[in-house]
């Protein structure tokens, strides 16, 4: 119904209510694809009700909507179920953080009730370069000033790499921006809180706060079954990561020698039954399939970058840990309650570790004993599963009792500004 009468007023409305909302962009075409937003925002343009509303707020979710890697698929999808479950549900508009904000699509921003912004590692300065805003949502300090509508940063990660450039100035000029706007400002883990810290002053410090990534609390999400290492199932999974193959290896010296250490502790471990699956989040990550074709260990190859969400939630369900380089191949199997072992070629891993307080179920790339070190995790791991899964289960506990503070901070802050 909200569909037809908004194609109904875009045959109707005067040009001078639409003009500057969609420059170049067909009015019943939008009005088609986005009904209540477009009525909401004739609906200020014009100062009066056009009768068609949403029964509930609306929301723009700034994020990788079609990304094509395996954690994010799972993250943004979770970060509007934490959203609806926690403050309000919203009526989503889905708009992609690599898209350049400007004068076509800021009145979208504009006529929303929220923006949401995150969650994922979106301090970064080489995915989607830019000289607007030098991290991955492309939006110009001037824009951001000029926004009336609250703005939240919920959950997003410095992702900036060891030994990378620092950042360009208009970062450190946007970030101000951008965490003086905000209403709320939630990093992923501490050590981005440290990292974005040094890029602001101290009043502005203050105003950054921890939030977990949505993805750890999967399981309190959706209702997953039993976990796999509850369950005894002899099933591990590897993920390795080969973007930016010279920031997190080094040499390709050392890049054999990480790699050869890491085949030959997954063979130990297939000769004592556990069952190996080689998970790829993106493309590039089977790039470690020769090391352990050399070292002949029996394996699966699991292509998850192309799946949807409950494809990679189902499998990691079923893995009862899982050695991984990806933040997500972490925080995933973390949040369906799965043993992890972290494999630390950017510091985000050993952060998320600090946060759950168990770093000691991670080893560093750098590690000269990386094979000896990482069959140990893994039978420490599996020793006692009860154990392990009771420090799994508090651990995820005092993240949730963070993100329903957040949230209810969040949700206190947009009912005061709504009035």
Same mark, same amino acid.
């Given at each position: ?26 009015? *019943? ?8 937003? =477009? ?9 009066? *009700?056009?009768? @068609? ?21 799972? &993250? ?133 706060? =921890? ?13 997953? !079954? ?71 260990? !029996? ?12 494809? @990679? ?22 949040? &369906? ?14 952060w998320f570790l600090e946060d759950i307080r ?14 000896e070190h990482l069959i140990d995790l893994v039978?420490?791991? /599996? ?19 963070? /993100?329903?503070?957040?949230a209810s901070l969040v949700r206190s802050r ?6």
């Amino acid at each position: 119904m909200a569909r037809q009468i908004a194609y109904k007023i875009s045959k109707h409305v005067p040009t001078s209510l639409t003009s500057g909302i969609r420059h170049g962009r067909g009015i *019943a075409s939008w009005a088609r694809r986005d009904p209540t937003l =477009f009525a909401r925002t004739v609906a200020k343009k014009a100062g009066r *009700a056009l009768h @068609v509303r949403s029964q509930n707020p609306t929301a723009v979710h700034i994020g990788y909507h079609n990304p094509g890697n395996a954690g994010d698929t799972v &993250l943004f999808r979770a970060t509007r179920e934490l959203w609806d479950r926690t403050i309000w549900p919203a009526e989503w508009v889905k708009l992609e953080v690599s898209a350049p904000v400007d004068d076509s699509n800021f009145s979208d921003l504009s006529a929303s009730d929220a923006i949401v912004v995150g969650g994922g590692g979106l301090f970064l300065r080489d995915t989607n370069a830019n000289q607007v805003s030098g991290w991955q949502w492309a939006i110009p300090s001037e824009s951001l000033e000029r926004l009336q509508t609250p703005l939240v940063v919920w959950a997003v990660g410095y992702n900036r790499f060891r030994g990378q450039p620092d950042f360009d100035e208009v970062f450190k000029s946007n970030v101000k921006t951008l965490v003086g706007k905000a209403i709320f400002t939630g990093l992923r883990n501490r050590g981005s809180i440290e990292a974005i810290s040094r890029y602001l002053e101290p009043e502005l410090r203050s105003r950054l706060s =921890f939030q977990p990534c949505p993805t750890v609390h999967l399981a309190r999400l959706y209702g997953m !079954p039993e976990s796999a290492l509850a369950e005894g199932k002899p099933n591990i999974a590897f993920n390795a990561a080969f973007d930016r193959r010279l920031l997190r290896f080094g040499t390709p010296q050392e890049e054999n020698r990480i790699m050869t250490q890491i085949a030959r502790a997954l063979r130990e471990l297939a000769s004592r039954g556990w069952k190996v699956s080689v998970v790829l989040h993106l493309p590039t990550d089977a790039a470690a399939i020769p090391w352990l074709q050399l070292e002949s260990v !029996p394996y699966e190859v699991v292509d998850l970058w192309a799946q949807n969400a409950d494809v @990679v939630t189902r499998f990691y369900s079923q893995q009862a840990l899982t050695l991984g380089m990806r933040g997500h191949s972490q925080m995933i199997p973390f949040g &369906l309650g799965n043993g992890i072992v972290s494999i630390g070629s950017h510091d985000k891993l050993a952060w998320f570790l600090e946060d759950i307080r168990h770093p000691e179920w991670g080893v560093d790339v750098s590690d000269q004993n990386l094979a000896e070190h990482l069959i140990d995790l893994v039978d420490s791991l /599996t020793l006692s599963t009860t154990d392990t899964r009771s420090k799994l289960i508090h651990a995820e506990e005092c993240l949730w009792t963070t /993100t329903i503070a957040n949230a209810s901070l969040v949700r206190s802050r947009l009912e005061e500004l709504r009035g």
